[in-house]
Nanobody
Framework: QVQLVESGGGSVKVGGSLRLSCTVT????????MGWYRQAGGHLCEAVSV????????FEKDRLKDRLTASRDNPKNTLYLQMKFLKPEDTGVYYC??????????????WGQGTQVTVFS
């Protein structure tokens, strides 16, 4: 059974940092595209970053590259999202996903349960 478990969320002040982790069991992360998605309150759940099976990293919005780093540790079967200089608009539930992925959430692949990130001023 494939399972994705996110961790590392929390409440952080503007300008702070968090590192989200997604531990995967039941599949080999290096064989699939992996992604991070965000559901912000009242907004469409959408992609933040995707790492392809080949290791290419894409961000849905280029400006996120300045503050976010997505990475994958295949021996640990874990996906990471390092976030720094956090802003209130980064607030939301962050999901990780594996498999056939699209720009919006839950349209394909396997999903975790999400981890809440709250950025306060």
């Amino acid at each position: 059974q494939v399972q994705l478990v996110e961790s590392g969320g929390g409440s952080v002040k503007v300008g702070g940092s968090l590192r989200l982790s997604c531990t995967v069991t039941g599949l080999t992360t290096g064989d699939f595209d992996m992604g991070w998605y965000r559901q912000a309150g009242g907004h469409l759940c959408e992609a933040v970053s995707v790492i392809t099976a080949d290791g290419e990293v894409y961000f849905e919005k280029d400006r996120l590259k300045d503050r976010l780093t997505a990475s994958r540790d295949n021996p640990k079967n874990t996906l990471y999202l390092q976030m720094k200089f956090l802003k209130p608009e980064d607030t939301g539930v962050y999901y990780c996903a594996a498999g056939t992925l699209y720009s919006t959430c839950f349209d394909g692949g396997t999903w975790g349960q999400g981890t809440q990130v709250t950025v306060f001023s």
